[in-house]
């Protein structure tokens, strides 16, 4: 994929084609476009289903152009547990995770996963996921009286890693155990993250959502390799009841979680340590960024 993004101005110039651009093409797709990245992303399909129908089933959706960052490095778990006011993840967790600004303003709830020792992933198709990253980044270089606590860790943009594919509904298990041998372990609870192996070639990661965003049904994400990102796509749907969905549907599943209203805003938005903590999404002492803000607001 050629990358024909603006350098340094921080905003794509030039539109940029995702891996499954061809298959969304043959799905009847409105596209969309990422303004940070320049990336294109389905927003919507002409023969789409309603999501609580496609639901019954399973659904498919191509998280391309979302908000997606891979960070690794010296000291990804410092910077992460710094950033992010939640939990500290170990390796194999995820979950849903607010950055606060210094005064304890909310740049986004972001999906963050600890991927490894030393790498966390995290992804955001909302409004302000591109809001998020910028913080992240600008708090890998921060440096304190010459001393810079993060030196070594590194933010990239990783559309062109692995792509992310959100699968959810009634039949998501029935769906991805397909895949899976028959010896394979359980698939990954809520909150956990699985190396897997797809068809018995295909290396991947599974990623079971951490909370509902789908009225009760199962939900993950799939990273693939982009060698087998058409392969997979295909593949899923070819079973008959498993519809494609595009981002407008995403965002409606997204929607539904308690903190979303708050944060539909390009605004400033400052949320209530009270609030935060009955939503699970804040925890206690003071060793991140922003506590004193969010403590004293």
Same mark, same amino acid.
């Given at each position: 994929?050629?990358?024909?993004?603006?350098?340094?101005?921080?905003?794509?110039?030039?539109?940029?084609?995702?891996?499954?651009?061809?298959?969304?093409?043959?799905?009847?797709?409105?596209?969309?476009?990422?303004?940070?990245?320049?990336?294109?992303?389905?927003?919507?399909?002409?023969?789409?289903?309603?999501?609580?129908?496609?639901?019954?089933?399973?659904?498919?959706?191509?998280?391309?152009?979302?908000?997606?960052?891979?960070?690794?490095?010296?000291?990804?778990?410092?910077?992460?547990?710094?950033?992010?006011?939640?939990?500290?993840?170990?390796?194999?967790?995820?979950?849903?995770?607010?950055?606060?600004?210094?005064?304890?303003? +909310?740049?986004?709830?972001?999906?963050?996963?600890?991927?490894?020792?030393?790498?966390?992933?995290?992804?955001?198709?909302?409004?302000?996921?591109?809001?998020? %990253?910028?913080?992240?980044?600008?708090?890998?270089?921060?440096? +304190?009286?010459?001393?810079?606590?993060?030196?070594?860790?590194?933010?990239?943009?990783?559309?062109?890693?692995?792509?992310?594919?959100?699968?959810?509904?009634?039949?998501?298990?029935?769906?991805?155990?397909?895949?899976?041998?028959?010896?394979?372990?359980?698939?990954?609870?809520?909150?956990?993250?699985?190396?897997?192996?797809?068809?018995?070639?295909?290396?991947?990661?599974?990623?079971?959502?951490?909370?509902? +965003?789908?009225?009760?049904?199962?939900?993950?994400?799939?990273?693939?390799?982009?060698? %087998?990102?058409?392969?997979?796509?295909?593949?899923?749907?070819?079973?008959?009841?498993?519809?494609?969905?595009?981002?407008?549907?995403?965002?409606?599943?997204?929607?539904?979680?308690?903190?979303?209203?708050?944060?539909?805003?390009?605004?400033?938005?400052?949320?209530?340590?009270?609030?935060?903590?009955?939503?699970?999404?804040?925890?206690?002492?003071?060793?991140?960024?922003?506590?004193?803000? +969010?403590?004293?607001?």
């Amino acid at each position: 994929m050629a990358d024909e993004r603006e350098q340094g101005s921080g905003r794509a110039s030039r539109t940029v084609r995702g891996e499954l651009y061809e298959e969304h093409l043959a799905l009847g797709v409105s596209f969309d476009r990422a303004e940070d990245t320049g990336l294109t992303y389905p927003a919507s399909y002409a023969r789409e289903q309603p999501l609580d129908l496609a639901l019954e089933g399973a659904v498919v959706s191509d998280l391309t152009g979302a908000t997606y960052r891979l960070v690794s490095g010296a000291h990804p778990q410092e910077l992460c547990e710094a950033a992010f006011c939640a939990r500290k993840l170990r390796v194999g967790q995820c979950a849903f995770e607010p950055a606060l600004t210094g005064d304890g303003a +909310i740049t986004s709830v972001a999906f963050l996963a600890r991927t490894g020792t030393h790498e966390h992933v995290l992804l955001d198709p909302t409004r302000r996921g591109s809001v998020v %990253a910028g913080w992240l980044t600008f708090l890998s270089h921060v440096s +304190i009286n010459g001393n810079a606590p993060y030196e070594g860790t590194s933010v990239e943009e990783a559309s062109g890693m692995l792509v992310p594919l959100l699968i959810m509904g009634a039949r998501a298990n029935e769906l991805l155990a397909d895949y899976l041998p028959s010896a394979a372990r359980a698939l990954p609870a809520r909150g956990a993250v699985e190396s897997v192996t797809l068809d018995g070639h295909i290396p991947a990661l599974l990623v079971g959502m951490p909370v509902d +965003i789908a009225g009760g049904v199962p939900a993950y994400v799939l990273l693939v390799p982009k060698t %087998a990102a058409r392969v997979m796509w295909r593949s899923l749907l070819s079973f008959t009841w498993v519809e494609p969905v595009g981002r407008t549907a995403v965002l409606g599943t997204w929607s539904q979680l308690p903190w979303a209203q708050r944060l539909d805003s390009t605004d400033v938005v400052e949320i209530a340590e009270q609030d935060l903590r009955a939503w699970g999404l804040l925890r206690r002492g003071n060793d991140f960024v922003g506590a004193r803000g +969010i403590l004293e607001g």
